[in-house]
């Protein structure tokens, strides 16, 4: 297993090597085009041509090379963060676990400062109830319970004040946390969806994103001997039970 792992981890590697490059030089000369294009358009605004010839290039220029331009850009830029989502779960896969008793109480209160700014900038409120500890890797589980806490605060509901809730219980030697929040909810359809790679957790909502969050999130559960499971009703928010070994006393 850690032979395929590390196999796995350099074709990714040169995979995203060998599109990035290609990548950068799409990137680089739509640059090209964009400054082409407002050299052209200064020239057109300047020259003194027949002026029926002069609409006809300059609506010829403004309804097609900014457009296409544009979408060039997005197509680039979508790709690089695909590309840096796929170096993320690499990353997980192949990083050494450390696993040791953890304080989640401190972890939690170090992750909502980490937040503050998002907290005040939706003015979203969250409880953080007293939690058990677990056993896990420092920093694979702080990484976890970020991306479940930034997903809780990027899907609240703007009809309403937000909301996030903390909540852990131990249960047959298992610590087990709920993040629940009362924003937009995952649709049905996408329940069954929402932990593959590169499914956004609703694909039609507004909010960004590629889907490598929650990837990410069962890689390092199954790296720290736990699992993860949703609740969720369209419109009235979601709960996401992590389940992880408890620390003995």
């Given at each position: 297993m850690v032979v395929k792992n590390k196999e796995l981890q350099s074709i990714v590697y040169v995979a995203s090597h060998d599109l990035r490059s290609p990548l950068v030089n799409i990137d680089g000369f739509s640059g090209e085009l964009a400054k082409a294009y407002r050299q052209l358009r200064e020239m057109l605004d300047n020259e003194s041509i027949d002026d029926d010839l002069k609409r006809k290039l300059l609506e010829l220029l403004d309804e097609n090379v900014p457009e296409s331009i544009r979408f060039?850009?997005?197509?680039?830029?979508?790709?690089?963060?695909?590309?840096?989502?796929?170096?993320?779960?690499?990353?997980?896969?192949?990083?050494?676990?450390?696993?040791?008793?953890?304080?989640?109480?401190?972890?939690?209160?170090?992750?909502?400062?980490?937040?503050?700014?998002?907290?005040?900038?939706?003015?979203?409120?969250?409880?953080?109830?007293?939690?058990?500890g677990c056993l896990g890797d420092a920093s694979q589980i702080k990484q976890l319970c970020s991306n479940l806490v930034g997903n809780a605060i990027k899907y609240l509901d703007?009809?309403?004040?937000?909301?996030?809730?903390?909540?852990?219980?131990?249960?047959?030697?298992?610590?087990?946390?709920?993040?629940?929040?009362?924003?937009?909810?995952?649709?049905?359809?996408?329940?069954?969806?929402?932990?593959?790679?590169?499914?956004?957790?609703?694909?039609?909502?507004?909010?960004?994103?590629?889907?490598?969050?929650?990837?990410?999130?069962?890689?390092?559960?199954?790296?720290?001997?736990?699992?993860?499971?949703?609740?969720?009703?369209?419109?009235?928010?979601s709960k996401f039970f992590v389940s992880l070994p408890t620390a003995k006393a």
């Open positions: 060039v850009k997005a197509g680039t830029a979508k790709m690089s963060n695909l590309i840096d989502g796929l170096l993320q779960v690499s990353r997980v896969g192949g990083a050494r676990v450390k696993i040791k008793p953890l304080d989640m109480n401190k972890m939690m209160d170090d992750i909502r400062q980490s937040m503050e700014f998002q907290f005040k900038d939706t003015g979203a409120e969250i409880i953080i109830d007293d939690l058990p703007p009809k309403r004040k937000g909301k996030i809730h903390i909540t852990g219980r131990v249960e047959n030697s298992q610590s087990i946390y709920c993040i629940e929040d009362n924003g937009i909810g995952i649709n049905p359809a996408y329940q069954s969806k929402i932990f593959e790679m590169f499914h956004r957790l609703n694909p039609d909502d507004s909010a960004g994103g590629e889907g490598i969050g929650l990837t990410i999130v069962t890689r390092i559960l199954h790296r720290n001997n736990g699992t993860i499971r949703v609740e969720s009703e369209q419109g009235k928010g």
